[in-house]
């Protein structure tokens, strides 16, 4: 069966680094554009950072300079390498996967799981 799970989140201080992973089993990741989310209690999924097949990066406004998203093929695995952490990074950081059709590994209005959550204390 095809999944993603999420590893590496923690409590960590302000200023503080934590790198992420997203490890994708029963399936070849590198295939697939790779996108990491966060979601905190009362609000909408709110996409963080971007891999494309091709490892073309995209990232929200709000990491730019601060998060940083990367591939491991051979572990087949994303990761999402965050520094300089801030209080408003704090959620549950989940993962989804596209592959070139459009189709997902994770249903785009579904429930995802645990994800892993990220605590920055100020």
């Known amino acids: 069966q095809e999944r993603l799970v999420e590893s590496g989140g923690g409590l960590v201080q302000s200023g503080g680094s934590l790198r992420l992973s997203c490890a994708g089993k029963?399936?070849?990741?590198?295939?697939?554009?790779v996108i990491w989310y966060r979601q905190t209690p009362g609000k909408e999924r709110e996409l963080v950072a971007e891999?494309?097949?091709?490892?073309?990066?995209a990232y929200a406004d709000s990491v730019k300079g601060r998060f940083t998203i990367s591939r491991d093929n051979a572990e087949n695995t994303v990761y999402l390498q965050m520094n300089s952490l801030k209080p408003e990074d704090t959620a549950v950081y989940y993962c989804?996967?596209?592959?070139?059709?459009?189709?997902?590994?994770?249903?785009?209005?579904?429930?995802w799981g645990q994800g892993t959550q990220v605590t920055v204390s100020s």
């Open positions: 891999i494309s097949r091709t490892d073309d990066k």
């Open positions: 029963g399936f070849t990741l590198h295939t697939y554009a």
């Open positions: 989804n996967a596209r592959n070139v059709f459009g189709n997902h590994i994770r249903i785009p209005t579904g429930s």
